[in-house]
């Protein structure tokens, strides 16, 4: 039995990209989260929040919309600088560094939140910049939840189906990945295969997460 590899190779790209995306976003939003007194913030956390019990296909139906040629935005983004999101590897991207996005932010902004104000303050004190802080004093002192929120990132992309299939279609070499073809593939009753792609997903997953489960575990001790 031979079984099409580009599923696979065209979600574990995506999910590499969408994490990196994540990753430079993700973790200074958490810590403007985390130390913020903004009025709405409560707003903000809600929306951020919203993909967590927001059904996918409600999701990446609304970025269909808006990334159609027929819609302002997305017929802007094709007149302008000649991007189509719709159907596209680019659109599965977007929708997907959106749709993880709490995922990554949430372990981080409670790693924040946890650390003592007076790593901050000491470092004030030796003349440390902002900047020199966050990176030199604050991020080592979360390595755990870094790792933990990128690897959830990374995991969720590699397992979502909702917003990649309203998003992206069905399109071989471009956005049919991994949780597309074991649909395509039982819809065809042919299970061998939708077996070959359901159990790749379910090792390389579990593996991840047992390495991120032992890296805490020694972090902690």
């Not at 039995?1 to 990753?23: E, G, N, Q, R």
């Not at 991020?139 to 979502?160: D, M, Q, R």
């Amino acid at each position: 039995m031979s079984i099409d590899l580009a599923p696979l190779v065209l979600t574990f790209k995506l999910a590499a990209v969408t994490t990196a995306i994540l990753f430079c976003i993700g973790v200074p939003f958490a810590w403007w989260l985390a130390n913020t007194r903004f009025r709405l913030k409560p707003i903000v956390e809600a929306l951020v929040a919203m993909p967590l019990v927001l059904p996918p296909s409600v999701l990446g139906f609304y970025l269909l919309l808006a990334f159609s040629p027929e819609h302002w935005f997305g017929h802007w983004l094709d007149q302008a600088i000649g991007l189509r999101l719709a159907f596209s590897f680019e659109g599965l991207v977007l929708a997907s560094v959106i749709f993880s996005f709490p995922f990554l932010v949430h372990p981080i902004q409670a790693a924040f939140q946890n650390l003592p104000p007076s790593l901050a303050e000491a470092a004030a004190v030796l003349g440390k910049s902002r900047w020199q802080t966050f990176l030199r004093v604050l991020l080592p002192n979360i390595k755990p939840a870094l790792l933990s929120g990128a690897v959830l990132g990374f995991a969720h992309t590699v397992g979502e189906f909702g917003v990649v299939l309203m998003i992206g279609g069905n399109l071989p070499n471009q956005t049919r990945v991994a949780s597309i073809a074991i649909y395509d593939e039982v819809e065809s009753l042919n299970y061998a295969a939708a077996n070959v792609y359901a159990g790749t997903l379910f090792v390389i997953s579990f593996v991840i997460l047992l390495v991120v489960y032992l890296v805490n575990r020694r972090a902690l001790k």
